[in-house]
């Protein structure tokens, strides 16, 4: 069975090496003519029939050619909450990402790299056919698109990426960590390149998205981060899942305009990519509820404040633990803040959160009695209560014997059995401390 690479060929016209070997030594001068032709095309740019109206151009390097389409846009573009210029000050605070960096990124440190590849996998046989890269340079952010029209391809693309890497410093992605960069390094020793790649800091923009909102958010793909967060809302947009399927077409049937929507798709992200770190510079700035609005949903205030603080931003994540300490927030959210509370030794607001969680847990129709459980901690151990922790460990043992699923669930059986068992202790202790006042 012929593999990908004959089938592709066969597209393009290509001869398969048994059948080249078969045919006569081309001249010298044949040679000579193809050598120019290739460095006349190099000069013009000229990508043939299809690829001028979609801003494509032909580029040839020492390992061949593939075909590039770059933008350059100003400062000044908008895309959803964000202009571009934004990105001048809020990348300096990215500098979180990686503290031990010991600088923070200038505006023209950091690659912006997204994938388009012909299957979802890691494996050698997934092959990126698009690599879309943007970087700020002056009053511009560039956007440039690679594309290769056959496996041939692939070397010249991946040795412009080569060639760009040592100007930078920071990589952005999304999912890059996992997907995209691993993806690369792959194919470049695939392709006897990147030998010397050098260490770039990674800002995977998923890994904060999902901290923040994967409780609030139905999904925490860029698409519907960007859409649900940031304010951009694409028209007549091809979904990424649909670009492998579009590449194919192409190749079977060399229309470029069939890869229209991919190009489009692969520069939105490019663009999105940008307005994500601009989104969480300023949040690391302190400027939610100025530069965006500040959440209001009380999952997402907690869920930030608790990646502010993990990046160092103590007192904004306070901030934010404040606004959601006066919201009528729920249960889980304000047991989330106690718990939050407990182990920073804030005692005095845990102990108001969890007495609301209390309340709005017990009257759930599937109660829940953790805060139960916390504050009769606290009143043993901290406030040395132990008929007030007696109380709170009754009432937990009441709603767990409630729960409709108690005596089926082998998990609810063991806490109700460790309930029961905390009540006990509580009761002998009680007990012991009433004896003893009797005795006084």
């Known amino acids: 069975m012929s593999s990908l690479r004959d089938r592709m060929n066969r597209l393009r016209g290509v001869k398969p090496a048994e059948e080249q070997e078969a045919s006569p030594d081309r001249s010298e001068q044949e040679a000579a003519a193809e050598c120019l032709a290739a460095a006349h095309r190099c000069e013009e740019g000229d990508a043939g029939p299809g690829w001028a109206e979609l801003g494509v151009r032909l580029h040839v390097n020492e ?3 593939c075909l590039e389409r770059r933008l350059r846009l100003p400062l000044t573009h908008r895309s ?3 202009r571009l210029q934004e990105w001048t000050d809020a990348c300096a605070r990215l500098a979180a990402f990686h503290p031990e960096a010991g600088a923070a990124p200038l505006p023209g440190d950091v690659l912006f790299l997204d994938l388009e590849t012909t299957g979802l996998g890691g494996g050698t046989g997934n092959v990126p056919f698009m690599t879309g890269l943007g970087y700020f340079e002056a009053d511009r952010y560039v956007v440039r698109q690679f594309l290769i029209r056959h496996p041939a391809e692939e070397r010249a693309m991946l040795a412009e990426l080569e060639a760009l890497l040592p100007r930078f410093r920071w990589l952005a992605t999304y999912n890059g960590r996992s997907f995209d960069w691993p993806l690369v390094q792959t194919r470049l ?23 923040i909102w994967k409780n609030t958010l139905a999904s925490c793909r860029l698409s519907h981060v960007e859409e649900e967060r940031l304010g951009i809302f694409r028209e007549d947009d091809v979904p990424g899942s649909m670009a492998p399927t579009l590449y194919f077409r192409y190749l079977a049937e060399e229309d470029p305009s069939v890869l229209e929507g991919v190009f489009r798709h692969n520069e939105q992200d490019m663009v999105t990519l940008a307005c994500l770190g601009i989104r969480f510079g300023r949040l ?12 209001d949903a009380g999952e997402e205030l907690l869920r930030t404040g608790l990646w502010l603080e993990r990046m160092g931003e103590a007192e904004e994540a306070e901030r934010l633990y404040g606004r959601l300490a006066r919201l009528g927030a ?19 607001r845990a102990v108001v959160l969890w007495q609301r969680a209390a309340a709005g847990g017990a ?34 043992l009441g709603l767990a014997s ?25 009761l002998r202790k009680a007990g012991a401390a009433s004896d003893r006042g009797a005795e006084a």
């Open 63 to 65: 390992f061949g050619e």
């Open 402 to 426: 409630a729960h409709p699923l108690q005596r089926r669930d082998s998990r609810r059986r063991a806490e109700l059995e460790e309930l029961r068992k905390r009540r006990d202790r509580l």
């Open 330 to 348: 729920s249960p889980d959210v304000l047991h989330g803040l106690a718990m939050r509370d407990k182990k920073a030794g804030n005692w005095e």
């Open 284 to 295: 690391l700035a302190g400027e939610a509820g100025a530069a965006f609005p500040m959440p």
């Open 363 to 396: 009257a759930r129709a599937v109660p829940d009695w953790r805060p139960h459980v916390e504050l009769a901690m606290y009143y043993e151990h901290k406030a040395k209560d132990s008929l007030a922790a007696l109380l709170l460990a009754e009432e937990a």
């Open 80 to 82: 959803g909450h964000h």
């Open 189 to 211: 020793i695939l392709n006897g390149l990147g030998r010397s790649l050098p260490e770039l800091l990674h800002l995977d923009f998923l890994h904060p998205s999902r901290s």
